[in-house]
């Protein structure tokens, strides 16, 4: 077999076998394949696409260049939650203390965010001292002791997906479904969980633009998951608005405490109760949707889901009296009102324009080795539905720079208002089982 028969078949539109599919993974990782002839084969996957049999090798193909994690030590019933990427987006750590709260396992290997803002390890590590580099035996130990354990990626998982991913990147094929589906299935399934829930996000400040585009990556990802004998499930959702007031690091770890606390943001409650519900009708601790609500609910109320995000905080080596005192997280020297120059209804936020101010601010970085600053951030005074009046905040900006001018011309860019009270809507628009 020769990669240039396997460039010439795509090229082709023709079929890959299994065999040819794991030559070629195989040629990459040893290096027999030249970057030129994947960057060549991956624009004949873009233009070509492959199908579900295709996909589901190339996947599997992708685990096995790496690392498999086995968790089934500490339970059969791991359950894993990824999201393809959002503006504001903090489900991840308001839902795994309410899977902690109901006994439901949650093993969460996270990447540190590239792009405009962090990702759920930075904005963890905004906690004084807490520690995401953990050791295997600490995984095991602490998801034993508490029920939840939250790391960086340290261990060699799919590698060949980061090679594939720096050519797509540089070669402009990293639209492609097929190819998307394999690297996101690729890095859950060779991190070990058995209930791997997805968040596929479409809209302004996502990948995926339109929901059609999200619904059919979602439905591929699914499927490939069950090819490969995992229960994996994908929530559709709306990311036109960062979710939640908060956009940054520090920021969005007070809102998230918040939350825990009882002053619930609704987008944030709709999509984080929607994941939970479905993590725990899988692991068959809830039988139906409503009795799920029923238990979430009683969690935050009750404040078990607080005490068991303190837990995780110490037990990763926090500061968890940040819970109660927010002046111990990164404090911005500068902390500025973005006034309103309208009266009526905030119509729309534009979450693109919210992301991108975020970054200038100091939140995110574009390069691994930039340094992110953790009180840098934006909150939204104001959501989409609520009533402003003329020179009341809409926004509020948080940040260590000089210049703030273009962040917050970005920021009131991002509003739109009307006089017409805006209609609501779900910002679920599927579930794919
Ligand atoms: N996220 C990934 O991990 N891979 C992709 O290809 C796209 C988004």
């Known amino acids: 077999m020769r990669v240039v028969d396997l460039i010439e078949k795509k090229k082709k539109g023709q079929k890959h ?24 084969w991956l624009m004949a996957v873009y233009f070509n696409g492959m199908d579900i049999e295709e996909t589901t090798n190339l996947t599997r193909a992708m685990i096995k260049s790496g690392e498999v994690l086995d968790l089934s030590a500490i339970s059969e019933n791991i359950v894993d939650k990824h999201s393809t990427g ?18 439901v396992p949650i093993v969460k290997l996270s990447g540190r965010g590239l792009g405009f803002t962090g990702g759920t390890i930075d904005k963890l590590e905004a906690i004084p001292n807490f520690n995401c580099a953990l050791s295997m035996e600490k995984i095991f130990s602490q998801v034993k002791e508490i029920g939840a354990a939250i790391a960086s990626q340290t261990t060699n998982l799919a590698p060949a997906d980061g090679k594939l991913y720096a050519l797509r990147d540089v070669t402009a094929t990293v639209d492609s479904m097929p190819l998307i589906a394999s690297s996101i299935v690729s890095k859950k399934l060779a991190s070990g969980a058995n209930n791997i829930i997805l968040d ?43 979710l939640g007031r908060a956009v940054g690091n520090a920021v969005e770890v007070i809102e998230v405490i918040e939350f825990l606390k009882g002053n619930i943001c609704k987008d944030l409650e709709e999509i984080t109760y929607k994941i939970a519900s479905l993590a725990l009708i899988k692991e068959q601790k809830a039988q139906d949707e409503k009795q799920a609500l029923e238990m979430i609910k009683k969690v935050v109320e009750s404040k078990k889901a607080l005490k068991c995000f303190e837990a995780l905080i110490s037990s990763q080596g926090g500061n968890s009296k940040v819970v109660y ?13 973005i006034l309103s120059q309208e009266n009526g209804y905030v119509s729309s936020i534009d979450a693109m324009k919210i992301a991108k101010a975020s970054k200038i601010l100091g939140a995110g970085r574009e390069k691994k080795t930039d340094i992110i600053d953790y009180s840098a951030g934006v909150y939204l005074n104001k959501k989409t539905g609520e009533v402003v009046k003329e020179n009341e905040p809409i926004a509020t900006i948080y940040t260590n720079i000089k210049d703030t001018k273009i962040a917050a011309d970005m920021v009131m860019e991002a509003f739109k208002f009307s006089k017409e009270l805006p209609e609501e809507k779900s910002l679920i628009f599927a579930v794919i089982e």
Do not use: C, H
């Not at 959002?86 to 006994?103: C, E, F, N, R, S």
């Not at 005192?325 to 009102?337: G, T, V």
């Open 86 to 103: 959002g503006v504001g987006d903090k489900i991840t750590l308001i839902l795994i203390p309410i899977l902690q709260a109901l006994g």
């Open 17 to 40: 076998s299994r065999e040819e599919i794991e030559f070629l993974i195989k040629s990459i990782m040893d290096g027999s394949a030249a970057d030129y002839q994947i960057s060549a």
């Open 200 to 242: 596929v996000k479409y809209g302004s400040g996502a990948f995926m633009k339109t929901p059609k585009e999200a619904n059919e990556l979602s439905a591929l990802m699914v499927e490939v998951g069950k090819n490969l004998g995992k229960k994996l499930s994908a929530v559709v959702t709306s990311m036109d608005e960062p």
């Open 325 to 337: 005192d927010y002046n111990l997280l990164p404090q911005a020297s500068k902390k500025i009102e």
